[in-house]
């Protein structure tokens, strides 16, 4: 049985949950991925399992080969998501690229990326979102794309806005987009956020602070590419994505 | 060269207007004869039904093929909405959120070459996502004989009748589902 933390009561002032936080991290190795139980983000309390997880090393498992897609779910406008309405979206217009490679640097080709995220007062297109914040009847904030031979995905939007949510009060969670990832295998799958540079709620942030390790926390993070921004049109980000996972390649390439 | 992956983060709660797609429970085309349902419910570690859990099925084809297919989130390139599967291609993936009863049921064909389905569960609260398998036969392999005897049966499927099987999930607690690492 791996240890049990308490619950976090509520009402816990940011003061209060950065110190939770910190005591937290300070237990912990440089793991890559967040612990599954973060007492921080009360959310996880009671939604993750206590018993280790059973190593499965089978060449022959199904989930080292994994979903393919093609240009058959996507359209050509679905990287756009401010051109999916009649008007343009408020907010700051964005560009955001990069690449998805696996651990051994090889690029995860002609898979499927999706993107969904608030809108630029920091509110999504879902019912249960009731903060006070405007919806943008011309802003949905969810695209997809399929990576090129390189790699490569590429979205045009909006910057998000920063929203509060009820994990401690004055809870703020800073700008992000949420990313889905498909790899070459079922065991590649990543959903992750992505984060932007500079941010001041990055030190509050229970949700990006459970990633323990600050080496591992700045690969959430995008970096702002001058390079990237469109004249009189966008700023542009870049931020690469490297998914974890063995995969039935790697595997025949061990042999 | 070994690079460092990217972190995960939870899939939180406002995904539902953005991944769950039409026809994502319906992996198996129109009609087909030998059409099975797996269904089942999500529970917390209080017992209680997880609403908010988006899960995805991954299989190899009847014949044993493992190279799917594209197609699972079909467009129409008028409107550009999900028309969904074309009713013939089976492409291996399901993606079915939850309801707000915690309940999900994917219809789908069997497996071919193995007694399970891949099945990997986001949820709001999860910070990682966990991976399980839905055995629709208690067929010694390789996972099956390096799971205790004990906590076996999180892996296996009831059938309740013919073609029909309930698998629940567990996220903790007494008769925690085992969960899969694959390194």
């Not at chain 1, 206590?50 to 022959?60: A, G, H, K, T, Y």
């Not at chain 1, 608030?118 to 509110?123: D, I, K, V």
């Not at chain 2, 993936?93 to 064909?109: E, N, P, S, W």
Request: glycine residues 10%; hydrophobic residues 35%.
């Amino acid at each position: 049985m791996t240890h049990v933390a308490a619950p976090l009561p509520d009402g816990l002032s940011q003061e209060q949950m950065d110190a939770e936080v910190a005591k937290v991290q300070a237990g912990t190795d440089g793991a890559v991925h967040p612990p599954r139980g973060f007492p921080p983000y009360r959310s996880s309390t009671l939604r993750h399992p206590r018993q280790p997880l059973i190593p499965v090393r089978d060449p022959e498992a199904v989930e080292l080969s994994g979903p393919a897609f093609g240009l058959t779910d996507v359209t050509a406008l679905d990287r756009d998501l401010t051109r999916q309405h009649a008007g343009e979206p408020l907010g700051e217009r964005i560009t955001v690229t990069g690449r998805v490679t696996d651990r051994q640097g090889r690029p995860i080709r002609r898979q499927l990326v999706e993107l969904w995220q608030a809108n630029a007062s920091g509110r999504y297109a879902h019912q249960l979102d009731q903060h006070p914040a405007p919806l943008d009847p011309n802003f949905t904030g969810f695209g997809r794309c399929l990576t090129d031979d390189e790699g490569r995905y590429s979205f045009t939007t909006i910057k998000p806005g920063a929203y509060p949510w009820r994990n401690h009060v004055n809870a703020w969670r800073p700008a992000h987009l949420h990313f889905s990832l498909f790899g070459t295998a079922f065991t590649q799958r990543l959903v992750t956020q992505m984060y932007f540079p500079g941010d001041p709620l990055f030190a509050h942030d229970p949700v990006l602070q459970s990633v323990t390790d600050p080496a591992a926390r700045a690969r959430l993070v995008a970096a702002y590419d001058h390079g990237l921004s469109v004249p009189e049109w966008s700023l542009g980000y870049r931020w690469d994505i490297v998914l974890d996972g063995p995969s039935a390649t790697l595997f025949e390439e061990d042999r | 060269m070994s690079l460092v992956p990217t972190p995960s983060q939870t899939v939180g709660p406002f995904y539902g207007y953005a991944l769950p797609f039409p026809g994502g429970a319906e992996v198996a085309p129109v009609g087909h004869p030998d059409l099975i349902t797996v269904h089942g419910y999500v529970y917390d570690g209080a017992g209680q039904p997880v609403p908010d859990a988006l899960l995805e099925t991954w299989q190899p084809a009847p014949d044993g093929s493992r190279g799917g297919a594209p197609g699972s989130m079909r467009r129409d390139p008028v409107t550009g909405r999900i028309v969904g599967r074309d009713g013939v291609t089976f492409t291996g993936f399901g993606r079915i959120a939850t309801d707000a009863d915690g309940h999900y049921a994917v219809r789908t064909l069997p497996p071919g070459g193995v007694p399970y389905l891949c099945v990997l569960v986001f949820a709001r609260g999860l910070l990682h996502h966990l991976y399980t398998r839905a055995y629709l036969r208690a067929e010694e392999d390789a996972l099956l004989s390096a799971v205790p005897a004990e906590r076996r049966g999180t892996l296996l499927a009831v059938e309740e009748r013919p073609g029909t099987y309930r698998f629940d999930i567990r996220l903790q607690g007494p008769g925690e589902t085992v969960f899969l690492d694959f390194g």
